[in-house]
């Protein structure tokens, strides 16, 4: 697989991957999309979809408010799942929208569980950098509750 992988060079530097898991991602690369800025890719409340990785481009989570307005939870760079959560809990609670053009890899929640059988590091990996980023979302989320008013 290309070093240029966003998955793998967001891994890379925390989690050194071996040639078979580097070509278990390599075959979840199959299918290829582009969604243009502006358009949702995944909606709130929607069921039966598949998870993708953002290969580049740019998105962001948001939730939408009983009031109509939405609010901007997350946003998502090269190398960041999207849906990952939707996908297993089979159903989504927050939109994702493209803030630019993007390309993705579309990942059947089959393939994702069958790679995470075939390579339990793989899983642990994937596991591992989707914490990291709830992490980091609950310190913004702290900081912005935190702050005044003004």
Known sequence: MPETNPLVRKLGPFFA????????????HKRRRTFVSGRDLVHQGQSDQAAYILASGWACSYKLLEDGQRQIVD??????FLGLCSVLLHVSDHNIEPVTDI?????LVADLLDAFAQ????ATAILWAASR?????????VDIGRRNAM
Do not use: K, Y
């Open 103 to 107: 390309e993705v890899t579309e990942i």
């Open 119 to 122: 390579r339990s590091r793989l």
């Open 17 to 28: 991957l071996l040639d078979a898991e580097l070509a278990v991602l390599a075959s979840l």
């Open 133 to 141: 980023d709830e992490a980091m979302v609950v310190e913004h989320l």
């Open 75 to 80: 946003f998502q760079i090269p190398g960041d």
